[in-house]
Each structure stands twice: as C-alpha cells, then as structure tokens.
C-alpha cells in the first residue's frame, strides 16, 4: 500500500479532506485524522519520519514522531486516539470488502 492510498483512505475513513490532512488548521477532527494517517504511514509502509513529514504538507520530523509516539501510548492504554485508529481501520476493512 503506498502513501498516497493510506492518505485517501484516512480521508474517506474520518471525513476529511487531503488539504484539510494537509493543512495547519488544528481542529481536533483534523488534529486526530492526521495523528492515525501519521500512525498508519509509519507501521504500514516503514517510510522515514523526513518521508511521512513531507507526506503531510511538509511538516517536521518532530511532528511526525509526537503523532506515532502519542498513538502507540493511547493504544497501550485503551486511550481516545486508539480507539479512534481501530474505528478507522474497521470502516477501512468494511469499505475494503
């Protein structure tokens, strides 16, 4: 799966847009559809934390780090952003088949 399709398919999966993806704009919908596009880009393409930055508008590696690191502890600890990732893989999954 490359980049480009995980990104389209965040976008279908939370209502978002690529540009709103993209954006600065940090509403807490885009806020936590770019935290699992940043997730999913990281573990199911192995791309570099430079890569995914520029996958996303450019932003800093730094960003991208937060994003996964912050994700891997909400899926640790039962928090909102792991619940979110496994709504968005399951309406993934369900579009898939």
């Known amino acids: ?7 389209h398919a965040v976008t279908w999966a939370t209502s978002t847009t690529l540009i709103g993806l993209r ?5 807490a919908s885009l806020v936590r559809a770019r935290f699992v ?6 573990n199911l393409t ?6 995914i930055a520029m ?8 960003t991208i780090m937060h994003a996964v690191r912050r994700v891997d502890v909400d899926i640790r600890t039962s928090g909102p952003l792991g619940e979110y ?3 968005v893989i399951g ?7």
């Open 55 to 62: 996958d996303m508008g450019g932003r800093d590696h730094a």
């Open 46 to 51: 192995g791309r570099s934390y430079p890569e």
């Open 91 to 97: 309406k993934l999954t369900r579009g898939i088949e």
């Open 85 to 87: 990732l496994a709504d």
């Open 23 to 27: 954006s600065e704009r940090r509403n």
């Open 37 to 42: 596009a940043c997730w999913l880009l990281r």
């Open 1 to 7: 799966m490359s980049a480009r399709d995980i990104l």
